[in-house]
C-alpha cells in the first residue's frame, strides 16, 4: 500500500527513467536497436526493479499513465538521437497487457510519434503471448498498428501458450527467445533444441529473431552458428543510463 502511494506520485517526482540495452547484431557486431527498460528511484524505497513495481501498476491500473509515459520518454529519445545523427537506432519498448487491451493504445503510440517527428519503423512494441489472449481485440489493434508502421516484436517467446497459431494469424516482425532458453544452450540437448527450432521458426516465417540473456561467449558462438541475427544480454551489454548509451552510440556512429 505504501508503495502504491510513493508509485502514485513517481511520474511528477520525475522518479522515473529508462535505461537502454543493446542488441548486437551477432555477424558484425553492429547495434542496430535497443530495448528500453522502466526504473524506479525513489527516496524512500531506492532502487525499486521493475519486477516488484510493474505487477503493483498492472494491478491499480497506474500502468497505464506509466506506460504511456514510456512510450512518450522512448519518442523523445528518438528525437533527441535523432538530432544528434544518431539515426536508425530501434527502440522496443515493453507494453503490458492491460495497455495492450486498451481501445485506443494506437492513437496513443501514434500521437507519440507525431509529437516528437519520429519514424514509426523506430519504435517496437513487445508483447508477451499473454496479451495476445483475445484473438480478435488482438488482431484488430495489430493491423491498426502494423498500418501505422512499428515494429511488432514477441517477447519470452514460447513461455506462454498457443504460439503457433498466432504466429499464422498476427502480423508479427520479431521473435525474441526467453533468456531461460538461452541460459542452458551449452548444457541442455532440450533447451539446445527449442532454442535451434524458435531461429528455423523465425527464419522460415521471414520474421527477424533475437536471443535473450546472453551472458557468455560460448552462447554467441552457438547462435552465430545457427544464424541467430541478434543477441542481448550481458555478454554485451547491461542495460544502461540514457546518456551512457547515446556515448555508446555516437562512439560508433
Ligand atoms: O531489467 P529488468 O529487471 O529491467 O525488467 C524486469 C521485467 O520488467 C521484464 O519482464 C520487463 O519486460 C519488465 N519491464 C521493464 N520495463 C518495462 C516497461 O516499461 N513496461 C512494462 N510493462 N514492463 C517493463
Ligand atoms: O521480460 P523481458 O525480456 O522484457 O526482460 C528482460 C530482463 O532481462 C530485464 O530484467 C533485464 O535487465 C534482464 N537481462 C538482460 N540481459 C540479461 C542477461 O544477460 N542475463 C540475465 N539473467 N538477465 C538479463
Ligand atoms: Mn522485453
Ligand atoms: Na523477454
Known amino acids: 500500500m505504501i508503495m502504491e502511494t510513493h508509485l502514485r506520485r513517481a511520474i511528477e517526482l520525475n522518479e522515473l527513467s529508462l535505461h537502454y540495452q543493446p542488441q548486437v547484431d551477432l555477424q558484425n557486431g553492429e547495434i542496430s536497436s535497443v530495448e528500453a527498460l522502466l526504473r524506479w528511484n525513489n527516496r ?28 512518450d520518454q522512448a519518442c523523445l529519445q528518438l528525437q533527441a538521437w535523432s538530432r544528434q545523427g544518431i539515426s536508425n537506432i530501434r527502440i522496443a519498448v515493453n507494453i503490458s497487457p492491460q495497455q495492450f487491451a486498451q481501445a485506443d493504445f494506437d492513437d ?21 503471448e ?6 480478435n481485440a ?35 516482425d520479431i521473435l525474441k527467445i526467453d533468456q531461460s532458453f538461452v541460459r542452458e544452450i551449452q548444457s541442455e540437448c532440450k533447451d539446445a533444441a527449442i532454442t535451434k527450432t ?3 521458426l523465425a527464419h522460415s ?25 541478434k543477441g542481448q544480454g550481458y555478454f554485451f551489454s547491461k542495460p544502461l543510463p540514457s546518456r551512457e548509451m547515446e556515448l555508446k552510440l555516437l562512439s560508433i556512429s
Request: charged share 20%.
Open 108 to 128: 496513443i503510440i501514434l500521437n507519440a510519434l507525431k509529437k516528437y517527428n519520429v519514424e514509426p519503423g523506430l519504435l517496437e512494441i513487445e508483447i508477451t
Open 138 to 172: 488482438t488482431l484488430s489493434m495489430l493491423k491498426k498498428l502494423k498500418k501505422i508502421g512499428v515494429k511488432i516484436s514477441v517477447d519470452d517467446f514460447g513461455t506462454g501458450y498457443s504460439s503457433l497459431n498466432y504466429l499464422r494469424l498476427f502480423p508479427i
Open 198 to 200: 524458435i531461429i528455423h
Open 130 to 135: 499473454s496479451a495476445m489472449s483475445n484473438m
Open 44 to 71: 524512500k524505497f531506492g532502487a525499486v526493479p521493475p519486477s516488484e513495481f510493474i505487477p503493483i501498476a498492472e494491478d491499480n491500473g497506474l500502468i497505464h499513465s506509466i506506460g504511456a509515459w514510456v512510450i
Open 205 to 229: 516465417l521471414g520474421l527477424e529473431v533475437v536471443a535473450e540473456g546472453v551472458e557468455e561467449m560460448a552462447q554467441v558462438s552457438f547462435l552465430r552458428k545457427e544464424h541467430c541475427q
